[in-house]
């Protein structure tokens, strides 16, 4: 008997790793890489790397991981979502809602258009709005109460700033053409008068206030900035910009950072700790045209600017240096318009601005609409606009979730 083949053994398959290249990889296997890269950068600060971080993963375009608030609450609690994906699960599901925001209710309380506005900081059915004759009305609309009314001047009294008093919010700080920053409760009662030119050539154009460092600062027509402290006291009064300062804002993160803007075509940034003149601005922010408004983010991260043409700007303010993200935007100045003044949401990272259509505008279509359009403050990409037949008017003026029609004596709240 021949004897039997012995079988021949098989041989293993030989299995060849190669390194993945960088475009095979996933993205979260890139987030080490990118993370690395970001700490390791030359000069780079704390909050700097988070930021590089997110805008490294941005750049991969990840697809959102979850389509569920209440999935992606539930992971965020059990430490297995980040902050910024749930984040961004909250902001696309208020933007879905605005499809259902109509007019809840209007007033017409003013002989003249309607020139600021303001949220109570602690009732957020109370707002304060004042007029180009100077008149400032408290109106809860929550309540059928009468609105409290305080009457104004008349011509050349209008209100150009105007905010709520954060240690005592029964009391509220205006700036206006009359020539004085002042604070004043609703009784119609004057408690301090902060500045007063003393001569109609000059006026106050905008102002702000900070409650950690119990400071009031205001812009006037010529160019001057005045820091005061909560008694009254000036600090300093300096020409900062060659013409009229239309907006100051102080950063909410960091109060001893200011923000001025001017129809001098510059924005610029200030260290309140190192000012001495005109020459000590941390950075000069050039623009094509006069600028109407520059504010801070609520997390104080982001500056918005408005120009008095057709362009929004959004700042990184940890890299003043770098190209801001534009937005072309139709909203040109009118003389007898309240200037058109974007703003941020008080939540989400989302950009509130009024549309004025113009025809030389690139994009402008027949018979366009005078929305309030709302914009990604990342991307700068339109996400909504918001239009009720009610109120056909130029929206101007806003802050938080109400708006109002500049160029008519009325305003409107949307809900």
């Known amino acids: 008997m021949a004897p039997r083949k012995r079988p021949e053994t098989q041989k293993t398959p030989e299995v060849v790793v190669r390194?993945?290249?960088?475009r095979s990889r996933s993205p979260r296997e890139l987030e080490p890489e990118a993370k690395?890269?970001?700490?390791?950068?030359?000069?780079?600060s704390r909050r700097f790397d988070s930021g590089c971080l997110w805008a490294g993963l941005a750049s991969l375009q990840v697809p959102p991981s979850y389509t569920s608030i209440v999935r992606a609450l539930h992971h965020h609690k059990l430490g297995k979502a980040a902050?910024?994906?749930?984040?961004?699960?909250?902001?696309?599901?208020?933007?879905?809602?605005?499809?259902?925001?109509?007019?809840?209710?209007?007033?017409?309380?003013?002989?003249?258009?309607?020139?600021?506005?303001?949220?109570?900081p602690t009732h957020p059915?109370?707002?304060?709005?004042?007029?180009?004759?100077?008149?400032?009305?408290?109106?809860?609309?929550?309540i059928k109460d009468k609105p409290t009314f305080i009457k104004g001047i008349g011509a050349g009294g209008s209100v150009t700033g105007l905010k709520f008093n954060p240690l005592d919010t029964n009391q509220f700080f205006t700036s206006s053409m009359e020539g004085t920053?002042?604070?004043?409760?609703?009784?119609?009662?004057?408690?301090?008068?902060?500045?007063?030119?003393?001569?109609?050539?000059?006026?106050?154009c905008s102002l702000d206030v900070s409650a950690?460092?119990?400071?009031?600062?205001?812009?006037?027509?010529?160019?001057?900035?005045?820091?005061?402290?909560?008694?009254?006291?000036?600090?300093?009064?300096?020409?900062?910009?060659?013409k009229k300062v239309t907006h100051v804002a102080l950063n909410p993160c960091c109060d001893w950072l200011l923000a001025t803007a001017s129809v001098d075509q510059t924005v610029k940034i200030w260290d309140l700790r190192q000012v001495k003149g005109k020459s000590s601005c941390l950075h000069s922010l050039l623009h094509s045209?006069?600028?109407?408004?520059?504010?801070?983010?609520?997390?104080?991260?982001?500056?918005?600017?408005?120009?008095?043409?057709?362009?929004?700007?959004?700042?990184?303010?940890?890299?003043?240096?770098?190209?801001?993200?534009?937005?072309?935007?139709?909203?040109?100045?009118?003389?007898?318009?309240?200037?058109?003044?974007a703003t941020w949401h008080p939540r989400y990272n989302l950009i509130v601005v009024g549309r004025y259509p113009d025809p030389?505008?690139?994009?402008?279509?027949?018979?366009?609409?005078?929305?309030?359009?709302?914009f990604d403050g990342s991307s700068g990409k339109m996400m909504y606009q918001l239009y009720d037949p009610e109120s056909s008017g130029i929206i101007s003026v806003r802050f938080g979730p109400s708006n109002n029609d500049g160029r008519k004596q009325g305003f409107n709240l949307l809900y």
């Open 289 to 341: 045209h006069p600028v109407n408004a520059a504010c801070f983010s609520p997390d104080g991260a982001q500056l918005l600017t408005t120009d008095q043409k057709s362009e929004l700007r959004v700042y990184s303010a940890s890299q003043w240096d770098c190209p801001p993200s534009l937005i072309p935007h139709p909203h040109r100045h009118f003389q007898h318009l309240t200037p058109i003044k």
């Open 212 to 242: 950690r460092s119990r400071m009031v600062v205001t812009g006037d027509n010529v160019g001057h900035v005045i820091l005061l402290n909560m008694d009254g006291r000036e600090l300093w009064n300096l020409r900062m910009h060659k």
């Open 360 to 374: 030389n505008f690139k994009s402008c279509t027949p018979h366009e609409l005078r929305t309030i359009d709302v």
């Open 83 to 120: 902050w910024p994906s749930l984040q961004q699960g909250l902001q696309q599901s208020f933007v879905h809602s605005l499809a259902s925001y109509r007019i809840f209710q209007k007033a017409a309380p003013f002989d003249r258009r309607a020139t600021s506005l303001a949220w109570h």
């Open 181 to 204: 920053t002042r604070l004043q409760d609703f009784k119609g009662n004057t408690l301090r008068v902060f500045t007063s030119s003393d001569t109609c050539n000059i006026w106050f």
């Open 125 to 142: 059915s109370t707002l304060a709005v004042g007029s180009k004759g100077g008149d400032i009305m408290l109106w809860n609309f929550g």
């Open 19 to 22: 390194p993945k290249t960088r």
């Open 36 to 44: 690395k890269l970001c700490v390791k950068g030359p000069g780079s």
